[in-house]
């Protein structure tokens, strides 16, 4: 919220963000994940050196976290969305973001054509309650590409993890 102060801007209302699901990724993995699109797109492979510092769940959160809080306050559903009732609202909670994690990987669609992939469906709701409605008719799906030129050695999935709330 303080950049959005810097800027001049009003800063947004509240929103509570869910810990982030992550199906399509092994829970807790920390390995760097890739795709031979060319020769079988549906498995996943770990590379054999790579990790992440964290989870990649974790790593999404966090640089979610930090994207939307520049302008809003970004508040956790166990630790205080009660004592954010805003009253534009009609002294209801906040809403509540929840992304699911379907993907998080370097993606070959050749042997020398690569990219990075973040694919992530989002809710906005309006309560805590562990629900998977999305808040309109459908979920809201995104795919982050970077490809490995940008990168040497074919860096594209850890640079697209790098880059993933941009």
Known sequence: MQAAAERGTAPLSPLTL???EAPGVTEGSNAVLYRLAYADARQLRPYSQARWSQP???LFHQRLREQLGQRRAILRPDNGAALARNPELGGRLPPVLRVELEEFSHIFSSPSDSAGVVRVRAYRGRSAARRRN???PAGVHG???RPHSRCPRRCGGA???????R
Do not use: E, F, K, S
């Open 18 to 20: 869910d810990d982030i």
């Open 56 to 58: 990649p769940a974790l």
């Open 134 to 136: 999305p808040a309109g």
């Open 143 to 145: 795919a982050h590409p």
């Open 159 to 165: 640079r697209a993890g790098i880059h993933a709330g």
